[in-house]
């Protein structure tokens, strides 16, 4: 079946650098985008979502884009600080799905002080 | 601040016995997920729930794990029996998606199950 997926599973960078997170999707009928965050221990927790109708959202020290005509969202964190540090998810939502989030397998970050 | 609350928060059981955890999703809420997490797998959704009515249970082994919502502010995910390949972190997750306010999904700490 289609699924979200990711170029890198890991990703480390210096503290104070930009970070850029990729995810490839493969359902072009896809509406709708999530970032989460995880941290070790905890729950994934919400950073910004995206509509297929925008290419571009921006929220404190993250943007979103979306390229739907090669299917490929990323993650940019500003200025990346010690506490971004967790495995960041990109999820779609299948237009007509009924509210279901299908998750990629996820990519960890590490921030260097 | 709401969030979602789970129950217990780690459950270390042996093959064959009945597990059960508890989720209560944030009041107002209209929709409550089940997720198992595992390290090759990734995060998977088991069954969710819109109004108390299940949805869909099609990502559940239906032979062994039951998930009901009780009332408005408890979700249950039971396994009976367990079995060792169970053991994995299960998340619940709330939220009230519609296209105008989006599909976020607010998780739970999660329920770290260990079946020896």
């Known amino acids: 079946g289609e699924s979200v997926g990711l170029h890198l599973p890991t990703l480390s960078v210096q503290e104070g650098d930009n970070s850029i997170i990729n995810c490839a999707y493969s359902n072009s009928a896809s509406d709708y985008f999530i970032w989460y965050k995880q941290e070790s221990g905890k729950g994934p927790q919400f950073i910004i979502d995206i509509r297929s109708n925008m290419d571009k959202r921006q929220g404190q020290r993250v943007t979103v884009l979306l390229n739907k005509t090669v299917k490929h969202l990323s993650l940019q964190i500003a200025a990346t600080q010690p506490g971004d540090s967790a495995v960041y998810f990109c999820?779609?939502?299948?237009?007509?799905?009924?509210?279901?989030?299908?998750f990629g397998k996820g990519t960890l970050l590490t921030v260097n002080p | 601040d709401a969030r979602v609350t789970q129950t217990p928060r780690h459950k270390v059981t042996e093959m064959g016995q009945e597990v059960t955890m508890r989720c209560q999703p944030i009041l107002g809420h209209n929709t409550v997920f089940w997720y198992r997490q595992t390290m090759m797998q990734g995060l998977e959704l088991l069954a969710y729930?819109?109004?108390?009515?299940?949805?869909?249970d099609s990502g559940m082994p239906k032979d062994r794990f039951s998930a009901e919502m009780p009332d408005a502010t408890l979700a249950t995910l039971k396994i009976q029996p367990s079995e060792p390949r169970d053991s994995a972190v299960y998340f619940c997750?709330?939220?009230?998606?519609?296209?105008?306010?989006?599909?976020?999904?607010?998780f739970g700490p999660g329920t770290r199950l260990t079946v020896t």
């Open positions: 729930f819109r109004n108390r009515a299940p949805l869909d």
């Open positions: 997750a709330s939220g009230s998606p519609n296209r105008d306010r989006g599909y976020e999904q607010y």
């Open positions: 999820a779609e939502k299948g237009w007509g799905s009924n509210y279901k989030l299908t």
